[in-house]
Every structure is written in structure tokens, then in C-alpha cells.
């Protein structure tokens, strides 16, 4: 049974540029939520796909967009970066509905903006 | 908003002794979940335990366990018969309730595990 996977691993991109990071739910899940993880710091929620809608949205910037497609898998575009958009990009996915919000993460994708 | 607080930056514990993480946390909410996820040097988040809380009965998952006091609003994590594989950051993570997603969490202690 695939986990989470998220591509790519690693990114390093230029202030100003735009990134798009990928990730494949868990088999038999429907809802990708993202999550920015900061040096040091717990992860705080981007924002939540259902229904390749987003459902939930937590405190950034409309820099940060998503997208989720009909096979329920998600992208994170980022534009216009700025250095402190440095940080691990997580993915999670959980089944909707489900009860306690159980979420499995992906492994992250590493952003560094220079 | 919702906070979650961890006070302690950092732990440590001789195997297979007994730990106590804790986390307080702050919602107006009266049907919620609370978590407690651990996050080894790989990187991948692994749930560790959860609590309903509107169930008084305190959740347990093995070797971990939880203290959770509602009106003190406080959630504790307790390792017993701790392993060299428990080493890892541990954040406390509440959801929004009433049917949200979104998790809140906590900046997490990282916890040591001395051979």
C-alpha cells in the first residue's frame, strides 16, 4: 500500500521565481491537505483539497495556490518567492469523512530560495 | 485562533526509563481532536496517538500514553520503556472541530534517548 509521496525532494530556486510542488495521496484517500514547516518550527497549514476544491484555507498569502486533480493527487504553486518561503513543504492525506482528522503525512519537499 | 503550546524545547530520557512530554493548548471549541505526531531525522510525520475529547478516558497506544486534562485544557505525552527508536521531534496537534482538517500544532520538543 503506496504512502504519501511528494516530488521533488529537494528544490533550490531564485527570490522572485515560481515553484510547483507535487504530491500522490495515499491509496483510498480523497483529502490533501499542505503544510509550510519552517527551521525549528511545527508545521502550519496552507490549505485543504476536497473535491479538487479548496476547502480550507489557514493564514497566506494568495502567492500560495493549489490545485487538485480529479485522481486526487495535488500541486502547491508558489509564486513571486521569497526567502522566507525557505522551508520543508509537507504533504498530508486522510479520508473524508474521517473521524478524528487522522492524517498521514508525506516525507516533504525541501524549498530553498536564494 | 488556536494555539498549541510545548514548553519544552527539548527532553531527554535513559532507555527504558519513563518520559512525560507535555502540551497545553487553547480552543473555543467543545468537540475536538487532539494529537500527538512524531517526526524522526527522515522527516515523515508519524501520528503517535489521539485523543477524542469529549471521551474522559485517557487514549494509550502501546508503550505511549496520554494525560488529558480538558478543563486545564492539557494534553501529556508519556513514553514508557523508552527505545533509542523514540528519538525524534514530538509535536501536540489540535484540529479546528466541528469537522475541520486543519491541524494546529505545536513547535514541538525534541526528544533524546541516552543508551
Known amino acids: 500500500d503506496a504512502g504519501v509521496t511528494q516530488s521533488p525532494t529537494h528544490l533550490i530556486k531564485t527570490r522572485g521565481q515560481q515553484v510547483t510542488l507535487r504530491c500522490s495521496p495515499k491509496s483510498g484517500h480523497d483529502t490533501v491537505s499542505w503544510y509550510q514547516q519552517a527551521l525549528g518550527q511545527g508545521p502550519q497549514f496552507i490549505f485543504q483539497y476536497y473535491e479538487e476544491e479548496e476547502r480550507q484555507r489557514g493564514n497566506f498569502p494568495d502567492r500560495f495556490s493549489g490545485h487538485q486533480f480529479p485522481n486526487y493527487s495535488s500541486e502547491l504553486n508558489v509564486n513571486a518567492l521569497l526567502l522566507g518561503d525557505s522551508a520543508l513543504y509537507l504533504c498530508?492525506?486522510?479520508?473524508?469523512?474521517?473521524?478524528?482528522?487522522?492524517?498521514?503525512f508525506g516525507p516533504g519537499t525541501r524549498l530553498t530560495v536564494t | 485562533a488556536q494555539t498549541v503550546t510545548q514548553s519544552q524545547p527539548e527532553m531527554s530520557v535513559q532507555e527504558a526509563e519513563t518520559v512525560t512530554l507535555s502540551c497545553t493548548y487553547d480552543?473555543?471549541?467543545?468537540?475536538?481532536?487532539l494529537f500527538w505526531y512524531k517526526q524522526p531525522p527522515s522527516r515523515q510525520m508519524i501520528l503517535v496517538i489521539r485523543?477524542?475529547?469529549?471521551?474522559?478516558q485517557n487514549a494509550t497506544e502501546n508503550r505511549f500514553s496520554v494525560n488529558f486534562q480538558k478543563a486545564a485544557k492539557s494534553f501529556s505525552l508519556k513514553i514508557s520503556d523508552s527505545q533509542l527508536g523514540d528519538a525524534a521531534m514530538y509535536f501536540c496537534a489540535s484540529d479546528s472541530g466541528a469537522g475541520s482538517y486543519q491541524l494546529t500544532f505545536g513547535k514541538g520538543t525534541k526528544l533524546s534517548v541516552i543508551p
Open positions: 480552543t473555543s471549541e467543545s468537540d475536538y481532536y
Open positions: 485523543q477524542e475529547a469529549y471521551k474522559q
Open positions: 498530508a492525506s486522510s479520508l473524508e469523512p474521517s473521524g478524528g482528522s487522522e492524517q498521514y
